[in-house]
C-alpha cells in the first residue's frame, strides 16, 4: 500500500548524548508544515581492486546521514511560554532561557519590565524575566543536537529515527494579513530503520498561530509599512570525523550570521543615510496571538544594500542588512510570553 506524505508524523526531542536518540514521548510531537521533508543518505566507496573481470567489486555502504527541511507556523504552546517546535529553534539559535530567576526576558521592556520601550531585554542577575529567550551561542557553549522520529505515513510499521542532527540554517518569515512562519534547514549524522513501535499521538497545539497584521515593526523606534520581512540564521557546521561510531563525532558551529531583509515605504533619506554613513540601527518586530507575544529585536543592525523601487506608483526601499553583537553580547534575541 502506498504511503501518503501527508500522514507523516514528526516528533523532535534534545539529545543528551550526541548521535543516541532519547526516549520519545507524546508531548515531542511536532505540528510541522506541509513543506518539511527528510531524507536518508548513505555514502558509498568505491573498492579499488584487481580482478580477472572487466567489472569491478561492489560499492561499499559507509557514513548513514541526513538532510532536509522542517518547518512549522510560529505557534504559541497553549500553556507557559514556549513555541511549537521549540527544541529546533534552541538547537537553531544555541541558547534557550525560560522565565525564572537571573534567566528569560521581558518584552517591549528596557528594562526589567517598568519602562516600555520597542526591545526585548535580558532579565540580569536579580531579575525574573515574564518570557522565554531563544538567544546565539557562544563558542565556549555546549551544542545542542536533536533526534527526530518520522512515522511514515502515519504508521508504526515505517520508522526512520535521525540522530546526531544540528539546524544549517533558520528563516522566519512574516507575510502581510498571512501565517508567520520557521523553516530549518537541518543536516542529520545518522538515521536507523524500525518497525513496529509504539505510535506517537501529541497533543494538538489548540492556539492560533501568530498572523502577519496588526504588528508592532519599528527601526530606531520609528514605526514603518513594512512587507517582505525575514530574518535568517545561519550557522557553518563542520562535522568532527572519528573511527569509532557512525564516522561523525560530533558536529560543530564554527560561525553564525544573522541576516535579514525588509522592504518598506519610502517616506525620506533616513535609512538610506544609515547606510551611507555605516550607522548602526535596531530592528524590531512584536505579534501577538490571544494573550501570547512573539519579538524578535536586534538591537545592532548595519545595512548591506538598499534600493528603490516602484510599487504601483508608490516608492518602496528594499533593504538588506547583517546583524552584529551589541555590547551585551547580543546579535538577536527571540521571545515569546
Do not use: H, W
Not at 557553518?236 to 531583509?261: F, M
Not at 528603490?308 to 528594499?318: H, N, S, Y
Amino acid at each position: 500500500m502506498a504511503l501518503l506524505s501527508k500522514g507523516n508524523i514528526f516528533a523532535i526531542a534534545k539529545e543528551a548524548t550526541f548521535n543516541t536518540a532519547p526516549t520519545f514521548a507524546d508531548g515531542d510531537v511536532v505540528e510541522v508544515t506541509g513543506d518539511t521533508s527528510l531524507s536518508p543518505n548513505v555514502d558509498t566507496v568505491q573498492r579499488n581492486v584487481i580482478k580477472n573481470s572487466f567489472l569491478g567489486q561492489p560499492s561499499i555502504a559507509t557514513k548513514e546521514t541526513g538532510s532536509g527541511t522542517v518547518g512549522v507556523e510560529l505557534i504559541p504552546e497553549d500553556s507557559g511560554t514556549d513555541l511549537n517546535g521549540d527544541a529546533v529553534l534552541e538547537a537553531a539559535l544555541g541558547i534557550k532561557s525560560g522565565p525564572a530567576a537571573d534567566n528569560g526576558a521581558f518584552i517591549g521592556y528596557s528594562d526589567a519590565g517598568t519602562t516600555t520601550a520597542n526591545e526585548v531585554y535580558r532579565a540580569k542577575s536579580g531579575e525574573t524575566g515574564t518570557a522565554t529567550l531563544y538567544t546565539l551561542s557562544k563558542p565556549a557553549d555546549t551544542v545542542v543536537s536533536l533526534a527526530i522520529k518520522q512515522f511514515v505515513g502515519g504508521s508504526a510499521d515505517d520508522v526512520i529515527t535521525y540522530t546526531g542532527v544540528v539546524p544549517n540554517s533558520t528563516t522566519f518569515n512574516f507575510p502581510v494579513a498571512d501565517i508567520a512562519t520557521v523553516s530549518f534547514d537541518v543536516g542529520a549524522s545518522g538515521f536507523a530503520t524500525t518497525t513496529g513501535e509504539t505510535l506517537l499521538t501529541g497533543v494538538p497545539v489548540t492556539g492560533a498561530p501568530f498572523v502577519g497584521k496588526s504588528v508592532t515593526f519599528t527601526v530606531d523606534g520609528v514605526s514603518y509599512c513594512a512587507k517582505d520581512l525575514s530574518f535568517t540564521v545561519s550557522n557553518t557546521i563542520t562535522d568532527i570525523e572519528c573511527l569509532t561510531g557512525s564516522g561523525i563525532g560530533n558536529k560543530v558551529p564554527t560561525a553564525k550570521e544573522v541576516t535579514g531583509s525588509i522592504t518598506l515605504t519610502f517616506e525620506d533619506f533616513a535609512e538610506l543615510d544609515k547606510l551611507k554613513n555605516n550607522t548602526d540601527a535596531k530592528i524590531y518586530l512584536e505579534m501577538t496571538s490571544g494573550a501570547k507575544k512573539f519579538a524578535i529585536y536586534l538591537p545592532k543592525v548595519r545595512y548591506t544594500s538598499l534600493s528603490l523601487a516602484d510599487a504601483d506608483g508608490l516608492i518602496d526601499q528594499q533593504i538588506e542588512f547583517a546583524a552584529f553583537d551589541n555590547a551585551d553580547g547580543d546579535a538577536i534575541l527571540v521571545a515569546s510570553l
